[in-house]
């Protein structure tokens, strides 16, 4: 049976030109909301709208008929979400044999292909270069015994934790500097011990 059966390239063009205006818009709204984003952050500032206007939505469906056509399925188009999604409009034109071709990305969005390099340039800005051995960072959230236990602390930052997350909506002020004195004194240990 052929998957791509019975699926119009017409409703799915809708869908994505449906998904394209919200982004548009949202875009259009943060940038009134949040004038003041520094322009070095700008793209992905305009990326992150541009994905939570797509995650917005249920596109489960929309993805598997993409993906019944050998198209794209945009899931993983965080990097470059409107770009993703210009490319696969494009290519379901083509598909479709429709003139239509859907505009470049706004000047701020990132390309793709630019988006995992600006993810990478953050993410080093950060939290420094990626850890020898390992192309990922290691993000703990501090449990409320993080506050008073040293030895959960020190274990973790020896086996390989490299950031301490402090969930605020928890616990309080003097529960949070417990948790940041047990990393600094668990730091210092796996200084001492050469780790």
């Known amino acids: 049976m052929n998957a791509a059966k019975g699926i119009q390239p017409q409703a799915l063009l809708q869908q994505l030109d449906a998904l394209r205006s919200e982004m548009l818009e949202l875009e259009a709204s943060g940038q009134r909301e949040f004038p003041a984003i520094h322009d070095e952050h700008r793209a992905s500032a305009t990326n992150l709208l541009h994905y939570v206007a797509l995650r917005r939505h249920d596109i489960r469906q929309l993805q598997a008929q993409l993906a019944a056509l050998g198209l794209s399925s945009l899931g993983r188009t965080e990097p ?37 390099e600006l993810l990478e340039k953050n993410t080093e800005a950060l939290l420094g270069a990626a850890p020898r ?44 500097s417990g948790m940041l004195r047990k990393l600094s004194v668990a730091s210092a240990f796996r200084a001492g011990a050469g780790a």
């Open 80 to 116: 470059h979400v409107f770009g993703a999604l210009r490319a696969v409009t494009n290519a379901l034109h083509r598909l479709d044999g429709s003139s239509g071709a859907s505009d470049g990305p706004p000047e701020s969005a990132p390309e793709i292909g630019e988006g995992a």
């Open 133 to 176: 051995g390992r192309g990922v960072h290691i993000m703990v959230t501090m449990p409320s015994e993080a506050a008073t236990d040293y030895e959960l602390v020190r274990d973790l930052v020896l086996h390989g934790m490299d950031c301490m997350r402090i969930n605020c909506a928890h616990d309080g002020p003097e529960a949070w």
